[in-house]
């Protein structure tokens, strides 16, 4: 009997390899990739981010609709050069077209722009801007027509004299405008500088009087460790957002990535070893926020030089702590240096998104990636990277399939369904230009390019205060899978945009969707089909559903 | 050739070369369908009646089969959810009377009176989610709605009825859109296509559209017209969707790598069970199938009381919803189609549909025309969803899921073409005469079900021997 049974299963190995054979081992990455076809010469996007030393860091952009269309508009730091406002003549589904206007601003004013982040402080019916400069920061309040006027001495802001790097706003409870966080990098007039000499950081809250927005008693963040990123988030789901600062240690003496609490009454307090904080060290470029495991507390991809981190709450730490591990190894994103060419030197990340790039409702990163200027220990080829999401969890590199892998020095940038045709496209800041501008395409085939799976874009309508809903929380329902989407002004690296939120739906052709609003009120659920753009009025049963102008 | 030496051949080529074999060359009589696999290219163009017979053949032939474990029926690992969803536990058998797979093949249930129609009420199928609660075992209506097998007899017509519609008002919206932009203030239209009307919707000046007031159809506007609710696109959707529901026999087109990471996703060791041009040939015979005739009674009394009963169908304003006919402008079923999205093939997918010319069939010829030449469908409704329950009237309320955004008492008008053969009735099949299910109109055919009831005998009478000519 021993010995049939032997006989048996040496026989019968064959069959078993056959058998499986016959299901084809998963490769690699087997969903969708999408084209990424660069068109910003074709598109009339000329663009190039100059400057010293000041404008290693910087270069940001941000995207919104500024005339009224919601087809999404660029406005581009250009650091000593001019900053530059595009409007978006786009067609739906066609080929990107922008054109350049004109800013009514004085020349002082249009240039050492670094940063840019939209945002409606004053509650009109126009999207505000913050500009951050080196030296003085602008808020530009937004006018009929993409008009901007300059307007801190209206708004009582003190734009300061700084050199500021990073931004973020938030609408605290019961406040009719934003608070606004500056995150500023090395004081260049103090001694010894720049080692050692980060300025300290701002935190602008709104008087509660007046008709008009006041901002004219700042908070100091002190200690300051040259900040590169700034974004409120609410980590431990408590519905008051804290401050999440990413900082550069090329430049810090003693800092480390810091997380100060922002209590509605009282002064902003930074998280402490003693309350959980572990420190980490790292060139702090970028932040960018996902809820990738839908447990409430979000993911941090924070960009750097060399391993990109993902931080998600260590769930070993007692109660809600905000001890933080990294998860980017086990989840291949490190992204630590080049995945194409022959440079095997660390790579230097910057603006950092998540996204989903092929609407299979698995969320993607994308990291903008480019050589500080020409440090010799790190890449100088250094193409961005676009990590896609895979059914395990982890991210797969795509950049070079995708089409993004360019010789180019990114810095800021924003993924933004720019034609309305449900699938995002792609800006990037290039230091020394040029600027690139993706157009996705969809999957390329033998015959063409085909669309990829189902999506939904979302613009709330939060109320007459705040109503993009800065703050809010969108949950999308299809089948067992949830996602959501925190809407945030702040984060990435010196850009910020404003717009529908975009989720892919995969194969599926509906999408239940409930709103957390920034005051923490859920809204019901309401139902939506797949491949609309959808604006979800407040108090209101039903959505409405939105279509671009349709090509002439 | 005829249809029989086409599968032969068919046959033939699928032995000889084109199936993928788990164990090398099989032999003829392996328990597998050769007809999964014959069909090696996506059809595309139009195609000429040979081409379109030979898809038929094999369309046909995977209509009749009755899939085995070697085909990949059965998905042990799989739910029978619409989206792709792993089974949280593995059933103990292969099968499952309630949340299936409860069929070897479509012609277990579709064949009353014959392949393709209908189905008693022992086919009964238990439609649920399948995203949670997928594994149920009660015919508990918080479980699943019970519903019965429709035909599929005029499908294809129907398809391209209700394409004609969701075209027309996607164009009726965009003009909206014009005018709203044009003017500068909210523009409020009617919804009509084919003279049936869907409600209203008011566009914005900035692109906005309110659809608070639309009727009888989803909000995207797209005219679903498949299924006891309406909630099916086309027959590649409900295809693709039933294929996996009841026989676990997985579509690449959904559930194959592209969109689940996996070529073998219901685990049950067979990859790429179906491929995109399997569902092709189903579609194409499903499409094609000839709409159900008129019967021509011989028998006098019968044919005298059916002509009667014309008059009171119309009286008793049951052509209200019944519309006797709807116009069709094209007979071109293009495959394939407009409307689908991801996770079932649509023409943005492909290089170019096929294209079938409903016209070459031989039925196609008998089909009446209108003035302007359009061919008149007469399908005995309007594509449109009602409310069928009241508060007293309320039998046909007897679900408690809604389905896909659909409320629970809503249906899409049941088209009679066939009701004459294909009784029971009622989105159950538990209404055993057309006497019942007519007293069960509530809701929006309230005032013509009242009037039935307060009818005279004779009428009613008539209107039976009416409908039971159809």
Same mark, same amino acid.
């Given at each position: 009997?021993?010995?049939?049974?032997?006989?048996?299963?040496?026989?019968?190995?064959?069959?078993?390899?056959?058998? !499986?054979?016959?299901?084809?081992?998963?490769?690699?990455?087997?969903?969708?990739?999408?084209?990424?076809?660069?068109?910003?010469?074709?598109?009339?996007?000329?663009?190039?981010? %100059?400057?010293?030393?000041?404008?290693?860091?910087?270069?940001?952009?941000?995207?919104?609709?500024?005339?009224?269309?919601?087809?999404?508009?660029?406005?581009?730091?250009?650091?000593?050069?001019?900053?530059?406002?595009?409007?978006?003549?786009?067609?739906?589904?066609?080929?990107?077209?922008?054109?350049? +206007?004109?800013? %009514?601003?004085?020349?002082?004013?249009?240039?050492?722009?670094?940063?840019?982040?939209?945002?409606?402080?004053?509650?009109?019916?126009?999207?505000?801007?913050?500009?951050?400069?080196?030296?003085?920061?602008?808020?530009?309040?937004?006018?009929?027509?993409?008009?901007?006027?300059?307007?801190?001495?209206?708004?009582?802001?003190?734009?300061?004299?700084?050199?500021?790097?990073?931004?973020?706003? #938030?609408?605290?409870?019961?406040?009719?405008?934003?608070?606004?966080?500056?995150?500023?990098?090395?004081?260049?007039?103090?001694?010894?500088?720049?080692?050692?000499?980060?300025?300290?950081?701002?935190?602008?809250?709104?008087?509660?009087?007046?008709?008009?927005?006041?901002?004219?008693?700042?908070?100091?963040? /002190?200690?300051?460790?040259?900040?590169?990123?700034?974004?409120?988030?609410?980590?431990?789901?408590?519905? #008051?957002?804290?401050?999440?600062?990413?900082?550069?240690?090329?430049?810090?003496?003693?800092?480390?990535?810091?997380?100060?609490?922002?209590?509605?009454?009282?002064?902003?307090?930074?998280?402490?070893?003693?309350?959980?904080?572990?420190?980490?060290?790292?060139?702090?470029?970028?932040?960018?926020?996902?809820?990738?495991? /839908?447990?409430?507390?979000? *993911?941090?991809?924070?960009?750097?030089?060399?391993?990109?981190?993902?931080?998600?709450?260590?769930?070993?730490?007692?109660?809600?702590?905000?001890?933080?591990?990294?998860?980017?190894? !086990?989840?291949?994103?490190?992204?630590?240096?080049?995945? #194409?060419?022959?440079?095997?030197?660390?790579?230097?990340?910057?603006?950092?998104?998540?996204?989903?790039?092929?609407?299979?409702?698995?969320?993607?990163?994308?990291?903008?990636?480019?050589?500080? *200027?020409?440090?010799?220990?790190? !890449?100088?080829?250094?193409?961005?990277?676009?990590?896609?999401?895979?059914?395990?969890?982890?991210?797969?590199?795509?950049?070079?399939?995708?089409?993004?892998?360019?010789?180019?020095?990114?810095?800021?940038?924003?993924?933004?369904?720019?034609?309305?045709?449900?699938?995002?496209?792609?800006? =990037?800041?290039?230091?020394?230009?040029?600027?690139?501008?993706?157009?996705?395409?969809?999957?390329?085939? %033998?015959?063409?390019?085909?669309?990829?799976?189902?999506? =939904?874009?979302?613009?709330?309508?939060?109320?007459?205060?705040?109503?993009?809903?800065?703050?809010?929380?969108?949950?999308?329902?299809?089948?067992?899978?949830?996602?959501? +989407?925190?809407?945030?002004?702040?984060?990435?690296?010196?850009?910020?945009?404003?717009?529908? =939120?975009?989720?892919?739906?995969?194969?599926? %052709?509906?999408?239940?969707?409930?709103?957390?609003?920034?005051?923490?009120?859920?809204?019901? *659920?309401? +139902?939506?089909?797949?491949?609309?753009?959808?604006?979800?009025?407040?108090?209101?049963?039903?959505?409405?559903?939105?279509?671009?102008?349709?090509?002439? | 050739?005829?249809?029989?030496?086409?599968?032969?051949?068919?046959?033939?080529?699928?032995?000889?070369?084109?199936?993928?074999?788990?164990?090398?060359?099989?032999?003829?009589? &392996?328990?597998?369908?050769?007809?999964?696999?014959?069909?090696?290219?996506?059809?595309?163009?139009? $195609?000429?009646?040979?081409?379109?017979?030979?898809?038929?053949?094999?369309?046909?032939?995977?209509?009749? &089969?009755?899939?085995?474990?070697?085909?990949?029926?059965?998905?042990?690992?799989?739910?029978?959810?619409?989206?792709?969803?792993?089974?949280?536990?593995?059933?103990?058998?292969?099968? &499952?009377?309630?949340?299936?797979?409860? &069929?070897?093949?479509?012609?277990?249930?579709?064949?009353?009176?014959?392949?393709?129609?209908?189905?008693?009420?022992?086919?009964?199928?238990?439609?649920?989610?399948?995203?949670?609660?997928?594994?149920?075992?009660? @015919?508990?209506?918080?479980?699943?709605?019970?519903?019965?097998?429709?035909?599929?007899?005029?499908?294809?017509?129907?398809?391209?009825?209700?394409?004609?519609?969701?075209?027309?008002?996607?164009?009726?919206?965009?003009?909206?859109?014009?005018?709203?932009?044009?003017?500068?203030?909210?523009?409020?239209?009617?919804?009509?296509?084919?003279?049936?009307?869907?409600?209203?919707?008011?566009? $914005?000046?900035?692109?906005?559209?309110?659809?608070?007031?639309?009727?009888?159809?989803?909000?995207? $506007?797209?005219?679903?017209?498949?299924?006891?609710?309406?909630?099916?696109?086309?027959?590649?959707?409900?295809?693709?969707?039933?294929?996996?529901?009841?026989?676990?026999?997985?579509?690449?087109?959904?559930?194959?790598?592209?969109?689940?990471?996996?070529?073998?996703?219901?685990?049950?060791?067979?990859?790429?069970?179906? @491929?995109?041009?399997?569902?092709?040939?189903?579609?194409?015979?499903?499409?094609?199938?000839?709409?159900?005739?008129?019967?021509?009674?011989?028998?006098?009394?019968?044919?005298?009381?059916?002509?009667?009963?014309?008059?009171?169908?119309?009286?008793?304003?049951?052509?209200?919803?019944?519309?006797?006919?709807?116009?069709?402008?094209?007979?071109?079923?293009?495959?394939?189609?407009?409307?689908?999205?991801?996770?079932?093939?649509?023409?943005?997918?492909?290089?170019?549909?096929?294209?079938?010319?409903?016209?070459?069939?031989?039925?196609?010829?008998?089909?009446?025309?209108?003035?302007?030449?359009?061919?008149?469908?007469?399908?005995?409704?309007?594509?449109?969803?009602?409310?069928?329950?009241?508060?007293?009237?309320?039998?046909?309320?007897?679900?408690?899921?809604?389905?896909?955004?659909?409320?629970?008492?809503?249906?899409?008008?049941?088209?009679?073409?066939?009701?004459?053969?294909?009784?029971?009735?009622?989105?159950?099949?538990?209404?055993?005469?057309?006497?019942?299910?007519?007293?069960?109109?509530?809701?929006?055919?309230?005032?013509?079900?009242?009037?039935?009831?307060?009818?005279?005998?004779?009428?009613?009478?008539?209107?039976?021997?009416?409908?039971?000519?159809?």
């Amino acid at each position: 009997m021993r010995n049939l049974s032997k006989f048996l299963t040496v026989w019968s190995l064959p069959f078993l390899v056959a058998t !499986a054979g016959s299901v084809r081992a998963e490769e690699a990455f087997v969903f969708d990739v999408p084209s990424m076809s660069e068109e910003a010469e074709s598109a009339g996007l000329e663009h190039s981010y %100059e400057g010293p030393w000041e404008y290693f860091v910087g270069g940001g952009v941000a995207s919104f609709d500024c005339n009224g269309d919601r087809m999404p508009d660029l406005f581009m730091a250009a650091g000593t050069a001019p900053s530059q406002l595009f409007l978006n003549r786009s067609k739906v589904g066609g080929a990107l077209q922008f054109e350049k +206007r004109a800013l %009514e601003l004085s020349q002082r004013d249009q240039s050492k722009v670094l940063g840019v982040y939209p945002v409606n402080i004053d509650n009109d019916a126009y999207t505000d801007l913050v500009l951050l400069r080196l030296g003085e920061n602008i808020i530009l309040k937004g006018g009929a027509d993409c008009r901007f006027t300059k307007s801190n001495r209206e708004f009582s802001f003190d734009g300061g004299r700084a050199w500021s790097t990073a931004f973020a706003a #938030t609408w605290e409870k019961a406040s009719s405008y934003p608070t606004l966080a500056f995150g500023n990098y090395v004081d260049r007039s103090a001694p010894g500088s720049p080692w050692g000499t980060c300025e300290a950081n701002v935190l602008a809250r709104p008087q509660k009087s007046g008709e008009m927005p006041n901002y004219g008693e700042p908070f100091t963040l /002190q200690p300051g460790h040259c900040a590169l990123s700034v974004l409120f988030t609410d980590w431990n789901r408590s519905g #008051t957002p804290a401050l999440r600062v990413t900082n550069d240690r090329q430049y810090y003496r003693g800092g480390q990535e810091q997380l100060w609490r922002i209590p509605q009454q009282g002064s902003p307090r930074q998280y402490s070893r003693n309350q959980g904080w572990k420190p980490l060290r790292i060139w702090g470029m970028g932040i960018a926020e996902a809820d990738l495991d /839908q447990d409430g507390h979000p *993911e941090y991809a924070l960009s750097s030089m060399g391993d990109t981190m993902l931080q998600t709450l260590d769930p070993e730490a007692e109660g809600e702590r905000p001890t933080y591990r990294d998860d980017a190894y !086990a989840k291949q994103m490190t992204a630590h240096r080049p995945y #194409t060419g022959t440079d095997l030197k660390p790579s230097t990340g910057w603006h950092t998104q998540f996204a989903d790039f092929n609407n299979d409702a698995r969320t993607d990163l994308f990291i903008a990636k480019g050589n500080v *200027e020409a440090m010799p220990d790190f !890449a100088a080829f250094d193409p961005d990277n676009l990590l896609m999401g895979g059914a395990d969890g982890k991210f797969y590199e795509q950049g070079e399939k995708a089409g993004i892998a360019l010789d180019r020095r990114g810095r800021g940038a924003a993924v933004v369904d720019f034609n309305a045709d449900g699938m995002l496209d792609l800006v =990037v800041v290039n230091r020394k230009g040029p600027a690139s501008l993706f157009r996705n395409r969809g999957t390329r085939t %033998e015959w063409g390019y085909r669309p990829m799976g189902n999506w =939904v874009g979302i613009e709330l309508k939060n109320g007459l205060v705040n109503s993009a809903g800065i703050g809010a929380k969108i949950t999308v329902k299809t089948g067992n899978v949830t996602q959501s +989407r925190t809407i945030q002004i702040g984060g990435g690296h010196a850009s910020g945009q404003l717009g529908f =939120v975009h989720f892919g739906l995969g194969v599926a %052709e509906r999408a239940k969707i409930r709103v957390q609003w920034p005051d923490g009120d859920w809204s019901h *659920e309401y +139902r939506v089909f797949a491949n609309n753009f959808v604006q979800i009025p407040r108090g209101k049963a039903d959505a409405l559903y939105w279509y671009p102008a349709p090509k002439e | 050739m005829n249809r029989m030496g086409l599968i032969l051949i068919a046959m033939v080529v699928q032995a000889g070369f084109a199936a993928p074999m788990a164990f090398g060359e099989e032999p003829v009589w &392996a328990e597998r369908n050769a007809s999964i696999g014959s069909v090696e290219q996506l059809p595309s163009g139009e $195609l000429d009646k040979k081409r379109l017979d030979a898809l038929l053949a094999v369309g046909e032939d995977l209509f009749e &089969a009755k899939f085995t474990a070697k085909d990949g029926a059965g998905r042990p690992a799989a739910t029978q959810a619409i989206i792709p969803t792993k089974a949280r536990h593995r059933p103990t058998s292969s099968s &499952a009377r309630l949340s299936g797979p409860d &069929a070897n093949g479509c012609s277990a249930c579709h064949n009353d009176p014959v392949v393709g129609g209908a189905g008693d009420f022992v086919t009964n199928v238990f439609v649920s989610e399948g995203f949670s609660n997928a594994d149920f075992d009660t @015919s508990d209506p918080q479980f699943s709605n019970e519903r019965g097998t429709n035909h599929l007899f005029g499908a294809g017509l129907v398809e391209l009825l209700a394409r004609e519609m969701s075209a027309d008002l996607a164009t009726l919206r965009a003009s909206a859109l014009r005018q709203s932009k044009l003017q500068q203030k909210p523009v409020r239209i009617a919804l009509l296509s084919k003279d049936v009307s869907f409600g209203h919707i008011t566009a $914005l000046p900035d692109g906005l559209v309110d659809l608070t007031e639309v009727d009888g159809v989803d909000t995207d $506007l797209v005219v679903r017209p498949f299924s006891q609710k309406g909630v099916m696109t086309s027959l590649r959707q409900f295809t693709v969707n039933a294929m996996n529901h009841h026989h676990g026999m997985q579509a690449v087109e959904r559930y194959g790598s592209r969109w689940t990471g996996e070529p073998d996703f219901d685990e049950d060791g067979r990859a790429n069970e179906l @491929s995109a041009a399997d569902i092709s040939a189903l579609v194409a015979w499903q499409a094609t199938l000839p709409p159900p005739g008129q019967k021509k009674f011989t028998d006098t009394a019968w044919k005298e009381a059916a002509t009667q009963g014309a008059l009171v169908f119309s009286d008793l304003k049951c052509a209200q919803c019944h519309r006797p006919s709807l116009p069709l402008n094209s007979l071109k079923f293009n495959d394939p189609g407009p409307f689908d999205v991801a996770g079932t093939l649509n023409q943005d997918q492909v290089e170019t549909s096929a294209t079938y010319d409903l016209g070459l069939m031989e039925w196609a010829r008998k089909l009446p025309r209108d003035i302007q030449g359009r061919a008149l469908v007469p399908l005995f409704g309007d594509l449109k969803r009602h409310k069928m329950t009241d508060r007293r009237i309320a039998a046909l309320g007897n679900e408690l899921l809604s389905q896909r955004f659909v409320g629970r008492d809503i249906f899409m008008t049941s088209e009679l073409w066939g009701i004459g053969s294909t009784a029971p009735y009622g989105h159950r099949n538990d209404f055993s005469s057309l006497d019942e299910i007519i007293l069960a109109h509530g809701g929006a055919a309230r005032s013509s079900r009242d009037a039935y009831e307060a009818a005279d005998a004779n009428s009613k009478s008539s209107l039976i021997a009416y409908l039971r000519s159809l």
